[in-house]
Nanobody, 123 residues
Framework: QVQLVESGGGSVQAGGSLRLSCAAS????????MAWFRQAPGKEREGVAY????????DYADSVKGRFTISQDNAKTTLYLQMNSLKPEDTAMYYCALRRWSYVCWSGSYTYWGQGTQVTVSS
């Protein structure tokens, strides 16, 4: 059974940084797509960053490009999201997600989801 457990959320002032982590276990794919999504109150869930663990290609939402970085550890068991220059509009619940590999990780639905970790950015 695939399990994704996020951590690292918290409260920070605008301009600050946080690093989210997602511990992944139980999957059997050799290569796969992983992503970070977020959902703010009253808003739809949006994809923030994507990584193809086969070729390590990465994609980002325009709203976070240049500020957020997605990465994995060498064992590919932990996914990270380094968030710099945080803005109040980054406030949301952040979710880690995983699915079978495809050429385009930023498109399509994800199969497995974590419980989420809250990020709050104050002005």
């Amino acid at each position: 059974q695939v399990q994704l457990v996020e951590s690292g959320g918290g409260s920070v002032q605008a301009g600050g940084s946080l690093r989210l982590s997602c511990a992944a276990s139980g999957y059997t794919y050799d290569t796969y797509c992983m992503a970070w999504f977020r959902q703010a109150p009253g808003k739809e869930r949006e994809g923030v960053a994507y990584i193809d663990t086969g070729g390590s290609s990465k994609d980002y939402a325009d709203s976070v490009k240049g500020r957020f970085t997605i990465s994995q550890d060498n064992a590919k068991t932990t996914l990270y999201l380094q968030m710099n220059s945080l803005k109040p509009e980054d406030t949301a619940m952040y979710y880690c997600a995983l699915r079978r590999w495809s050429y385009v990780c930023w498109s399509g639905s994800y199969t497995y989801w974590g419980q989420g970790t809250q990020v709050t950015v104050s002005s």
